[in-house]
Nanobody, 128 residues
C-alpha cells in the first residue's frame, strides 16, 4: 500500500522545537522530491519546504527560513522537518507530499500542484 504518514506533531510553547517525520511506503522515495506544507484554520495551504531526491537541494518559505530544516534519509524512506523557534503563527496541520515524476523541486513547488500523493497530516499547535 502506497502511503505517507506524518508524525511528531503536538503542543509546544512559543520558542520551542519539534521534529516532524514523514514515513513513505510504496513509492520510489530515492528518485522523488518531497514537500512539506501546512494549513492553518481558515487559511489556505502554504508550502513550507521542498527537498530534492538526493537531499542536495532544499527550499523554504520565507516565513520559516532560518528556523526550519528539511532533511531526508532515503535508506529509511523517511523525510524530516526540524522546526525551531516556533511561533503561534506556525500552528496548523502539517502535511508531507511526494513528487514521483521527478526528483527536483520546481520554482512553483509551494503551490503543491506537482505533488501527486499526500499524507493525512499532523497537528502542530504553538501556544503563546
Amino acid at each position: 500500500q502506497s502511503q505517507l504518514v506524518e508524525s511528531g506533531g503536538g503542543l509546544v510553547q512559543s520558542g520551542g522545537s519539534l521534529r516532524l517525520s514523514c514515513e513513505i511506503s510504496g513509492f520510489p522515495t530515492d528518485t522523488s522530491a518531497i514537500g512539506w506544507f501546512r494549513q492553518a484554520p481558515g487559511k489556505e495551504r502554504e508550502g513550507i519546504s521542498c527537498i530534492s531526491s538526493g537531499g542536495s537541494n532544499t527550499y523554504y518559505a520565507n516565513s520559516v527560513k532560518g528556523r526550519y530544516t528539511v532533511s531526508r534519509d532515503n535508506a529509511k524512506n523517511t523525510a524530516y522537518l526540524q522546526m525551531k523557534s516556533l511561533k503561534p503563527e506556525d500552528t496548523g496541520v502539517y502535511f508531507c507530499a511526494i513528487k514521483t515524476l521527478a526528483g527536483w523541486c520546481s520554482t512553483d513547488w509551494g503551490t503543491g500542484t506537482e505533488f501527486g500523493s499526500w499524507g493525512q497530516g499532523t497537528q502542530v499547535t504553538v501556544s503563546s
